[in-house]
C-alpha cells in the first residue's frame, strides 16, 4: 500500500503564495508520474500540473506562469508552489501518483486526502 498525505493549505488574499507538499510511503514500488488535482465546489476534479520521474512538467492553462511543480525522487517528494493566486483558484488539492508495484507487476494509482486552498481576501 502506498500513502500520500499533503500539507500546506490554507487562506491566502488574492496575489499572495502558498505552497503544497506531498509525501509519499510505503515499501516495494517506484513512483512514476506525479501531479496535483483540484476540485471546487460543484465542479469535475482537474488537472494542475504533473511531473514526471524524469522530470518533464505539464501545467493546466489557468495556472501556466503562476504555478511550479516539482519533486524530490530520493524523497519521494512532490512540492506545489503556487503564485498570483487567485479567487478561482479556490478548491481542495489532491496529490495523485502512478506508481509500479514491483512484486505485483502492476500499475496502480494513489491519492492523497486533500488540502484546502481558500484565495480570498
Known amino acids: 500500500q502506498v500513502q500520500l498525505v499533503e500539507s500546506g493549505g490554507g487562506l491566502v488574499q488574492p496575489g499572495g503564495s502558498l505552497r503544497l507538499s506531498c509525501a509519499a510511503s510505503?515499501?516495494?514500488?517506484?513512483?512514476?508520474?506525479m501531479a496535483w488535482y483540484r476540485q471546487a465546489p460543484g465542479k469535475q476534479r482537474e488537472l494542475v500540473a504533473s511531473i514526471t520521474s524524469g522530470g518533464t512538467t505539464n501545467f493546466a492553462d489557468s495556472v501556466k506562469g503562476r504555478f511550479t511543480i516539482s519533486r524530490d525522487n530520493a524523497k519521494a517528494t512532490l512540492t506545489l508552489q503556487m503564485n498570483s493566486l487567485k479567487p478561482e483558484d479556490t478548491a481542495v488539492y489532491y496529490c495523485?501518483?502512478?506508481?509500479?508495484?514491483?512484486?505485483?507487476?502492476?500499475?496502480?494509482?494513489?491519492w492523497g486526502q486533500g488540502t484546502q486552498v481558500t484565495v480570498s481576501s
Open positions: 510505503g515499501s516495494g514500488f517506484r513512483i512514476n508520474t
Open positions: 495523485n501518483a502512478k506508481v509500479w508495484r514491483v512484486v505485483a507487476g502492476s500499475d496502480e494509482v494513489y
